[in-house]
Nanobody, 124 residues
Framework: QVQLVESGGGLVQAGGSLRLSCAASGRTFSSSIMGWFRQPPGKEREFVAAATWSLRTYYADSVKGRFTISRDNTKNTVYLQMNSLKPEDTAVYYC??????????????????WGQGTQVTVSS
């Protein structure tokens, strides 16, 4: 099991930037696929981005070109740099870990471990 703790959320104006961090502890972080999901108010949780151990990355269409996922395997940390934020990016953002290499990497049920979430609010 991987324990995950997110940080870096907050309130930002539209057009601004935030960087989320997710510190991981426990087994196999370096071999896990790390993902970010978000849950907007009143909506279901949705995929945002994922990064494999070899730094191959995947993004939801809604964030491509604005968000960047990265990871530092030496620090057991994954990041989500969010630029050009929009009010529709407002959500609770969750870090997740997937221990098997198969699948689409974009489905919530594929992931084994989850953080507690961090709130991101973008004002217009």
């Amino acid at each position: 099991q991987v324990q995950l703790v997110e940080s870096g959320g907050g309130l930002v104006q539209a057009g601004g930037s935030l960087r989320l961090s997710c510190a991981a502890s426990g087994r196999t972080f370096s071999s896990s696929i790390m993902g970010w999901f978000r849950q907007p108010p009143g909506k279901e949780r949705e995929f945002v981005a994922a990064a494999t151990w070899s730094l191959r990355t995947y993004y939801a269409d809604s964030v491509k070109g604005r968000f960047t996922i990265s990871r530092d395997n030496t620090k057991n940390t994954v990041y989500l740099q969010m630029n050009s934020l929009k009010p529709e990016d407002t959500a609770v953002y969750y870090c997740s870990a997937k221990t098997t290499p198969h699948g689409t990497y974009t489905r919530e049920y594929e992931y084994d471990d989850w953080g507690q979430g961090t709130q991101v609010t973008v004002s217009s």
